[in-house]
């Protein structure tokens, strides 16, 4: 599963953000965005997922140590390449 090639096809379950979703946390901007695993589940069923497009210029916070990377629900992602 680590260094799989992933496509974001949702977030937290939903394809759709909140009305009231801040804009600095509205990852449903990333939906259909590619990016790779670099960390293998951990307990809250979450991988870290490093995009490939830079998550600060869709204007979003990232608080992982390594850029660009979310911690992603295994549920969210569709493996397009292992």
Request: glycine fraction near 4%.
């Amino acid at each position: 599963m680590v260094n799989s090639d992933v496509i974001l096809k949702s977030f937290n379950g939903k394809s759709v953000a909140p009305e009231d979703c801040d804009p600095n946390e509205n990852y449903w901007l990333l939906l259909g965005k590619r990016g790779r695993i670099i960390k293998d589940k951990n307990s809250r069923s979450r991988v870290l997922v490093k995009f490939y497009e830079p998550v600060s210029e869709l204007g979003l916070c990232c608080h992982n140590e390594i850029p660009n990377s979310l911690l992603i629900l295994l549920s969210d992602v569709e493996i397009i390449s292992e």
